[in-house]
């Protein structure tokens, strides 16, 4: 029996709508019969219907209509076009929760004026894939508790979700939106490393891949021990770990990975100007 008994539309049935959707129906969240998915392709509605029930429209009128909660996942340079041809169809009964990146509150609160549109703005990242997102979701001015309940629940589906001022999100694009891409960078750059000191690639990559996983999932599991406390249960006195690190600490690895989440937020604050 699923928990939310109205139904819920995805304006763009892309990689993160279907990832969403995924999470949704495992979580048993809603069931397929009351998703409702928009999608201008056709072989890409064809699928989504083929993989997961739900019901496919190749615009999104039918979804305006009967679904009170609808996801905005298209890409951010539709979304002004995507809003300015519905505003006339979306009111003050609908929820629109957009994922769409750097597209602000009240960017999408104008388009849709003078209809006091509940909009919500998430900063999801790209482990939605795998159910393992990190989201960050921001209320608009019109937005009540239970909506943002609901949203949280949703996102909470395909992983971890907060909540936060808007003005915060320029920090999460440049930790959580941008952190996986520096965590490939460690990957790849741990991978090298091995080739380096002698292990084939095949087995530096498996070792390294397990590495990072395994030390999330350690942190996961000792919640009382930070990070700290783990580091320096593996960095015995004269060893080997300490030995590593040292190099590290003299490169400036921390204060490098500080000023890359710094420039990532810089340039998503630059970008929500623009
Ligand atoms: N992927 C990520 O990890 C990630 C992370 C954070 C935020 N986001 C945000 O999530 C949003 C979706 O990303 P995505 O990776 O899922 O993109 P995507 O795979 O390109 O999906 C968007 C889909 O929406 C369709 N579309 C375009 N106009 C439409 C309309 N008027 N009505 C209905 N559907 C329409 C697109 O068709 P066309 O191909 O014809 O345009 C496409 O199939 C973006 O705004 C992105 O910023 C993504």
Redesign the pocket.
């Known amino acids: 029996m699923a928990s939310e008994t109205q139904s819920l539309g ?10 969403l959707i995924k999470g949704i129906l495992a979580a048993d969240l809603y069931r397929a019969e009351q998703l409702m ?5 056709g072989p ?1 509605r064809e699928e989504l219907a083929e993989r997961h029930g739900v019901t496919v429209h190749a ?2 009128g039918p979804l305006l209509a009967a679904c009170p909660v609808l996801i ?5 340079q ?2 002004a ?2 809003l300015e ?1 519905y505003s006339g169809q979306l009111g003050k009964d609908h929820l629109l929760i ?6 602000t509150l009240t960017f999408m609160e104008e388009r849709l004026a003078p209809a006091p549109v509940r909009v919500i703005r ?8 795998v159910l393992a ?1 990190a989201s960050a979701l921001s209320p608009g001015r019109h937005a009540r508790e239970e909506d943002l309940q609901l949203a949280r629940r949703i996102f909470a589906a395909v992983g971890e979700a907060v909540v936060l001022e808007e003005k915060l999100l320029d920090a999460v694009t440049g930790l959580s ?1 941008s952190g ?1 891409a520096y965590v490939f960078t460690f990957l790849e750059a741990l991978i090298d490393a091995g080739v380096k000191v002698g292990l084939s690639r095949e087995v530096a990559e498996q070792l390294a891949r397990q590495t990072i996983l395994g030390s999330v999932r350690l942190a996961l599991a000792t919640p009382e021990k930070n990070p700290a406390a783990l580091r320096a249960m593996v960095t015995s006195p004269g060893g080997t770990t300490i030995a590593g690190l040292h190099v590290l600490e003299k490169g400036g690895f921390r204060g490098l990975v500080m000023d890359a989440v710094e420039a990532a937020t810089q340039r998503s604050v630059e970008l929500g100007r623009g």
């Open positions: 995805f304006i763009g049935g892309g990689q993160m709508a279907e990832a998915v928009a999608e201008p392709h890409r615009e999104a905005l996942a298209v890409k951010p539709v979304v076009a995507v041809h957009s994922i769409a990146a750097g597209i998430v900063m999801p990242n790209t482990p939605a894939l997102a939106g996986p």
